[in-house]
C-alpha cells in the first residue's frame, strides 16, 4: 500500500511540475538534451553500448559536488579493478556538464531516471548493472528496491544528512527505515550523519563511518595557476602584490568583500581583489557592484588578453574551471555561500593550496570536513558580517600570520585524504 501511495503522490507532484521543466528548457537549451532519458528511453547509439557485455556499475550524482566525488570514485574504481566501465547519471544541467570531462570512452552519461517504476526498469533493463551507487544524498526509493529485487547491491558513499533534512528523515522514518536497510552498505562521512541515518531507521551495522571523500576530490592544477598568474601580470597585477579571493561568492558576498578590500588598501595599497561567483549568469550584478564600489572591472570572460589597467581594478573572474587555480594564486580567501546564504561552498580547495582560508557561519554542508579542520586550527570561522571583517583584515596586514594558517591548512587536507581508496576496496568485496 505504501509503494502505490509514493507512486501515487510522485506521479502528481511531477505533473505539477511539468511547467517548471518546460521553463528549464525553454530558458536553458542544454536543460532539454536527451530529456527522454528521465523515462527510461535512450538513443540506439547508447543502447548498443550498454548491450556491449562490458561489466559496468551505475553511480548516481546530483549536481557539480556529488559529480565530483563521483569522478574520484570512478578514478579509484579503474585502478583497482581496470576492467569496470561505469554508466554515471546526474539530475542537473550543470551535473551534466561537469560529468562529460570525467567519462571515458567506455562510459556513458545519461539523465537520472524518474523514480517511477516503469522509467526504473527500462533504465535497469538496458544498464544491467552489477552495482549502485549513490553518491552523497539523493535516494530515490523505487531504484533502490526494484535494484533489490534483481539482486544487484545498493550502496550509499559519502553520506550525509543535513541539518535540514535531519528532523524530517526521523520523523519518517517509517518509510526511509526500510528502504534504507535494503542497501547493502552505507559510507558515512561522520559519527554525527550515522546517528541521523539510525535515527531515520537504518540498522546501525549497515553503517560504516569513513570520513569525507571530499578531501580525496580536491588537486592542485598548477598548469592553471601558471596561466592564471600570466594572465594576472599582463593585466597589472604585481608579482609581489598580495590577494584576496572570493571564492564562490552569492549575492551581498561580494558586497560585503568589496567594503573590506576598500578598508585593506587604506593600508596596503598593492593589495588586489579576485571575485569568482558562484552563479556566472549574476556576474553583471557582480560588475555593477564593484563599479558602484567605486573600482574599475576586469571580466575574466570578455578580456582573454588584457593589458595592464589601474592598481585598484578587480577581477571577476566569471569563468568555468579556473577556481582551483585561482585557489592556488591568492593569499587569503573568503569562501561563498557561508555569510549571506546557508551551507558553504568547498572550503577544502583553498586549503589544499596553502591559502588562509575563512569562512561565514553558516556551513552545515561541509559539516563534517569543517569539524576536522577546525580542530586542527585550519581554517577561521567568524560568526557574524562583522568579525570575519575583522578577521580578514587581521590576515591581510599580518602576512606571517595568513601564511601560517594557510600552511595549517594544506597540511590537515594531506592528513585526510586516502578515504576513497579505503570505502573502493571495501566496496568492491561486497559485489
Known amino acids: 500500500m505504501k509503494w502505490f501511495l509514493y507512486n501515487f503522490l510522485f506521479t502528481i507532484a511531477y505533473i505539477c511540475m511539468m511547467p517548471k521543466f518546460l521553463w528549464r528548457m525553454a530558458r536553458r537549451g ?7 532519458d528521465r523515462f527510461g528511453f535512450y538513443p540506439d547509439d547508447i543502447l548498443a553500448r550498454l548491450a556491449d557485455g562490458r ?50 570512452d567506455a562510459d556513458i552519461l545519461i539523465h537520472n531516471p524518474l523514480d517511477m517504476p516503469r522509467c526504473v526498469r527500462k533504465a535497469l ?24 529485487e534483481r539482486k544487484i547491491p545498493v550502496f550509499l558513499v559519502n553520506a550525509r544528512i543535513s541539518d535540514r533534512s535531519a528532523p524530517g528523515y526521523r520523523r519518517l522514518k517509517c518509510w526511509f527505515g526500510p528502504v534504507l536497510n535494503m542497501m547493502t552498505r552505507i559510507y558515512a562521512q561522520s559519527d554525527l550523519d550515522k546517528q541521523r541515518l539510525c535515527d531515520a531507521g537504518c540498522d546501525a551495522n549497515r553503517v ?30 604585481a608579482s609581489h602584490a598580495r590577494i584576496l579571493l572570493g571564492g564562490s561568492t552569492w549575492p551581498g558576498e561580494d558586497a560585503f568583500l568589496l ?8 593600508k596596503d595599497p598593492s593589495l588586489r581583489l579576485i571575485l569568482a561567483p558562484r552563479h556566472f549568469e549574476k556576474a553583471d550584478a557582480v560588475e555593477a557592484n564593484i ?8 571580466r575574466r570572460s570578455r578580456v582573454a588578453h588584457p593589458e595592464p589597467m589601474a592598481e585598484d581594478t578587480v577581477l571577476l573572474a566569471d569563468t568555468t574551471g579556473e577556481l582551483m587555480g585561482l585557489y592556488g594564486l591568492a593569499d587569503v580567501a573568503f569562501v561563498g555561500k557561508s555569510l549571506c546564504e546557508h551551507g558553504a561552498q568547498n572550503m577544502i580547495e583553498p586549503c589544499l ?79
Open 259 to 266: 567594503q573590506v578590500y576598500a578598508k585593506a588598501r587604506a
Open 291 to 298: 563599479r558602484a564600489a567605486g573600482f574599475p572591472c576586469l
Open 208 to 237: 560504516e563511518v569513513t570520513g569525507s571523500m571530499k578531501f580525496d576530490v580536491a588537486r592542485r592544477n598548477t598548469a592553471k595557476e601558471t596561466e592564471l598568474r600570466d594572465y594576472l601580470t599582463a593585466s597589472g597585477f
Open 125 to 148: 533493463d538496458a544498464i544491467k548493472p552489477e552495482a549502485y551507487i549513490i553518491t552523497e544524498t539523493e535516494l530515490w526509493p523505487n531504484i533502490i528496491r526494484l535494484a533489490t
Open 55 to 104: 561489466r559496468r556499475f551505475w553511480i548516481h550524482a546530483v549536481s557539480v559536488g556529488e559529480v565530483a566525488v563521483a569522478g574520484q570514485l570512478m578514478e579509484e574504481l579503474r585502478r583497482q579493478s581496470p576492467n569496470l566501465a561505469f554508466v554515471l547519471s546526474v539530475t542537473s544541467s550543470t551535473g551534466w556538464t561537469q560529468a562529460t570531462k570525467l567519462v571515458k
Open 353 to 431: 593550496c596553502g591559502c588562509a582560508t575563512l569562512v561565514g557561519p553558516n556551513t552545515e554542508n561541509f559539516r563534517p570536513v569543517m569539524s576536522d579542520l577546525l580542530a586542527h586550527d585550519a581554517i577561521l570561522q567568524a560568526p557574524d558580517r562583522e568579525a570575519l571583517e575583522a578577521e580578514l583584515l587581521t590576515l591581510l596586514a599580518e602576512p606571517e600570520q595568513a601564511k601560517a594558517l594557510g600552511m595549517r591548512g594544506a597540511k590537515a587536507v594531506a592528513l585526510r585524504c586516502g578515504v576513497t581508496p579505503r570505502i573502493t576496496a571495501d566496496l568492491l568485496k561486497r559485489v
Open 30 to 36: 542544454g536543460y532539454a538534451n536527451r530529456f527522454a
